[in-house]
Nanobody
């Protein structure tokens, strides 16, 4: 089995920064891709940033370009979402989706989410 755990959420003020972590563990041969999603109350879950294995060009939603940065520590199977210049509209539960290759398959695994609240 594969476990995905996000951490790093919290309450911050507008303009502050926050770094989220996404740690994957279990019977993983490789991480094929990682996506950070967020879901605000009453809204659909949306893709914020993603990065595929072997690529040096992450993808970002227009709403976070220039403010969020996705990165990976392959040795730790941990991905990060560095968020800066946070605004109230960034308030949401942030989820990490890991596409993991195991010996017998490739599947998506979701974490439980971490709350980010931006408020003065």
């Amino acid at each position: 089995q594969v476990q995905v755990e996000e951490s790093g959420g919290g309450l911050v003020q507008p303009g502050d920064s926050l770094r989220l972590s996404c740690a994957a563990s279990g019977s993983i041969l490789s991480i094929e891709s990682v996506g950070w999603y967020r879901q605000a109350p009453g809204k659909q879950r949306e893709l914020v940033a993603s990065m595929a294995k072997g690529t040096s060009t992450p993808n970002y939603a227009d709403s976070v370009k220039g403010r969020f940065t996705i990165s990976r520590d392959s040795a730790k199977n941990t991905d990060y979402l560095q968020m800066s210049s946070l605004q109230p509209e960034d308030t949401a539960v942030y989820y990490c989706k890991v596409t993991a290759r195991r010996v017998w398959d490739v599947k998506d695994y979701w974490g439980q989410g971490t709350q980010v609240t931006v408020s003065s």
